[in-house]
């Protein structure tokens, strides 16, 4: 199974742009739609941004579309989510995650491996 890897989070005020980064090893991704969710203190984990695995689809929350971007480097077995424009109710550990399928979904069900997760604080 694919083992991944978050890193890039951290704090920043509000306007700001954090790029995450998603490395996975153990297996290749290259087949697979991969993921970003995230979860925020006593909130479910919810979809953030979804892309195929030839990056031809992409999708994206309402709450972060024309501010985030995923993106996604097969050759490095790499995947990222350039944030910009961040704002306090983005707060969350964020989360990668893989799927068995070549097409990107939103549900949490659709993904059978996850990271540990990286803090994104946003202060105003």
């Known amino acids: 199974q694919v083992q991944l890897v978050e890193s890039g989070g951290g704090s920043v005020q509000a306007g700001g742009s954090l790029r995450l980064s998603c490395a996975a090893s153990g297996a290749a991704v290259s087949r697979h739609a991969m993921g970003w969710f995230r979860q925020a203190p006593g909130k479910e984990r919810e979809f953030v941004a979804g892309?195929?695995?030839?990056?031809?689809?992409?999708y994206y929350a309402e709450p972060v579309k024309g501010r985030f971007t995923i993106s996604r480097d097969n050759a490095k077995n790499t995947i990222y989510l350039q944030m910009n424009s961040l704002k306090p109710e983005d707060t969350a550990v964020y989360y990668c995650s893989a799927s068995p399928s070549t097409i990107a979904a939103m549900g949490t069900g659709r993904y059978d491996s996850w990271g540990q997760g990286t803090q994104v604080t946003i202060s105003s």
């Open positions: 892309i195929s695995w030839n990056a031809l689809s992409v």
